[in-house]
């Protein structure tokens, strides 16, 4: 069983962030704030209390958290994940188990009558004694690796103890909120500002944007046929004209001096791979991929010229065809 850390010092940043933004930027680490938390009530079971300024943890009330990792590349590597939370007052101690939650819910809308399910095996636990206050930790990085691969979908997670009584601070308040912080490595086709972009055009250059990575340091880069990853698979053959190396920043960002692929390119779907161990093989954990954006399985699309031309014609024909329907909603609204 985990031991929990109450962080008595936590840098400044941390007491910041969870309430000003859903997460800070900082080259493959970040600090992401709760977009949903709420507690149940046994007792008040028609009662919601996504609002409150505590989630109240102990034999008749569970909390539940929710953070949205989508902005992080379904191909990167979680290095790692902690779920921290800030402990008002321990009045009772005990341990406090974190369970992925398998149905969507809302804070608005949450109570004991209608709270999501969970699974059946915690995802981790932390111990706390009574009067301990401060950050309390649990290390969810395998789960969330999960999340961003889409191997499980990301509801959140509840938070329940047999013995514990627990009071914690929710993101209503303006100071130690609850932070997932989370480290990755991560590949992205991208333009020449490094703005990713998944559809090419035959005459464009193809980037690529990365963080994450050791400093300084150069890597294996892939570009190559879209591929389905399976571990241990090795790498297949690069394209002709790509890149075989790129090299990183002091920050662990990846440099982008020039494009991964220069034009003029052939149509088709790609992928990318760094190979981060440099053997030649597909390591799932360590490598990490630009994957399944695009094209159901690819990283990015060379799209031939006339096809691109036809794909404009069809957006602005779904375009207009929308702003018909809505006039026509306007005109004949339905009834309920
Ligand atoms: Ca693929
Ligand atoms: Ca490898
Ligand atoms: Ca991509």
């Known amino acids: 069983m985990k031991k929990p850390k109450t962080i008595a010092l936590l840098m400044p940043l941390l007491l910041l962030i969870g ?26 079971a028609q009662t919601n209390y996504g609002g409150a300024e ?44 974190v369970y992925r939650i398998t149905k969507s819910w809302w804070e608005g809308s949450v109570k004991w009558s209608n709270q999501p399910p969970h699974e059946t095996s915690a995802t981790a636990s932390a111990t706390v004694a009574a009067g301990d206050v401060g950050w309390v930790t649990w290390d969810v990085t395998a789960e969330v690796q999960e999340f ?24 209503e308040q303006s100071s130690n909120c609850p932070t997932l912080e989370v480290a990755f490595r991560s590949i992205e086709s991208c333009d020449a500002e490094g703005n990713e972009k998944d559809i090419f055009q035959l005459t464009d250059d193809v980037w690529a944007t990365g963080e994450g990575f050791e400093a300084s340091t150069s890597y294996p880069i892939y ?41 003029p390119l052939t149509p088709g779907k790609y992928d990318i791979v760094i190979d981060v161990n440099s053997n030649g093989v597909y390591d799932s954990g360590i490598d990490v991929l630009d994957d ?18 036809a794909l404009i014609s069809l957006a602005a024909c779904f375009a207009a065809f929308a702003v018909f329907k809505s006039r026509l909603n306007l005109l004949h609204p339905k009834l309920c």
Not at 19 to 44: C, R, W
Not at 292 to 309: H, K, L, M, R, S
């Open 223 to 263: 570009v190559v046929s879209d591929a389905a990853w399976t571990d241990g698979m090795h790498i297949p053959d690069s394209v002709s004209g790509t890149i075989s190396t790129v090299y990183t920043e002091e920050n662990g960002v990846i440099m982008r001096q020039t494009p991964v692929w220069n034009h």
């Open 19 to 44: 309430a000003l933004t859903p997460y800070f930027a900082h080259a493959g680490y970040e600090y992401i704030g709760a977009d949903n938390d709420a507690y149940v009530d046994m007792n008040k």
């Open 54 to 97: 505590y989630i109240y943890i102990n034999a008749t009330c569970n909390g539940l958290i929710h953070f949205a990792v989508d902005f992080i590349p379904s191909g990167a590597v979680v290095t790692s994940a902690t779920l921290n939370l800030y402990f008002k007052e321990v009045e009772h101690g005990g341990s406090i188990y």
């Open 292 to 309: 399944n954006d695009i094209q159901v399985t690819a990283g990015f699309f060379v799209i031939p010229e006339y096809a691109f031309g």
């Open 148 to 171: 961003v691969s889409g191997a499980k979908k990301n509801f959140g997670w509840k938070l329940i103890t047999d013995d514990g009584n627990v009071t914690v601070r929710t993101k």
